[in-house]
């Protein structure tokens, strides 16, 4: 399978709000910047709370200064953390996941926070639909020291695994690579039949699986690789693999209209770990 090597970015982008929620993710992004060996941008966005076309340069003024105090009191916690370098702020107005969509173009990997309920039109959910960069969405930060991975035989997945290959060796986690192939509907209609006979659908996709996860391991000797194929729906296999997990990785198949799979969503919004969506090409 031909690979295309990710542009690498220069630094970690991380949208930061000064909740209490958002510790352990400022906590992840701080440990992905020392480990990439780049400097670390946090990315605060504020709202107006007027209507469009409504003008007070004064409460414009104040929202500004309590951004900048915000993001200042991020860059002392960052540097607690242990922050390498300079820790650089950027104030953006208007809804979060646009700016930060629209900051994440020089940015090697995009960490944010994710509250508890993920309603549509969450920044966790609408952020990595849109970004051509890959988006860690973290709850707490903390978990086992294993990267899942979600996979199959198809070209789009490449990407993620590379992604969590790189995450893993990094922090000096193993990685379990996992194929929920119980998806009939998501075949083309020459594939149909191996769903009828599941010894053939076990053997051909155990095939495409480790072709896929092949060049990784030539890659990566040292890393600790599990693979595992399960005849279950993607998503069920992956929620259970991820209660084991400190990170899980996704590559996404967007929908037609420009959103996240329904895998992606699911994870999202049931994982407990964290989670990436790595795109596989620039969208």
Request: aromatic letters at 6%; one cysteine or more; a negative charge.
């Amino acid at each position: 399978m031909e690979r295309l090597a990710r542009i690498r970015g220069t630094h970690v982008l991380f949208g930061y709000d000064g909740t209490a929620e958002n510790d352990g993710a400022l906590r992840w992004a701080v440990e992905e910047a020392r480990l990439r060996g780049l400097e670390l941008v946090l990315c605060h966005s504020w709202h107006w709370p007027y209507p469009e076309g409504h003008e007070d340069p004064q409460v414009e003024a104040v929202m500004k200064r309590a951004g900048q105090n915000l993001l200042e009191q991020g860059v002392r916690k960052a540097k607690d953390l242990g922050a390498p370098g300079t820790v650089h702020t950027l104030l953006m107005r208007g809804p979060v996941h646009r700016a930060l969509l629209q900051a994440s173009g020089r940015a090697d990997v995009v960490v944010i926070g994710a509250h508890e309920r993920l309603d549509e039109g969450a920044t966790a959910l609408e952020l990595p639909a849109h970004a051509d960069r890959p988006v860690i969405v973290v709850r707490d930060g903390t978990g086992p020291r294993r990267v899942v991975a979600g996979a199959d035989g198809s070209a789009w997945c490449d990407a993620a695994l590379g992604f969590a290959m790189g995450e893993a060796a990094m922090r000096d986690w193993d990685v379990h690579v996992v194929y929920g192939c119980w998806e009939p509907a998501a075949v083309d209609e020459y594939e149909l039949s191996l769903f009828t006979d599941r010894e053939l659908l076990e053997k051909t996709r155990a095939a495409e699986l480790e072709e896929a996860v092949k060049p990784w391991r030539e890659r990566y000797p040292k890393l600790d690789i599990e693979v595992s194929l399960l005849l279950e729906r993607p998503g069920e296999a992956l929620r259970s693999a991820a209660e084991d997990a400190g990170l899980l990785v996704l590559g996404d198949r967007a929908t037609a209209t420009g959103g996240l799979g329904s895998t992606s969503s699911r994870m999202l919004r049931d994982a407990r770990c964290a989670v990436a969506i790595v795109p596989s090409c620039p969208r």
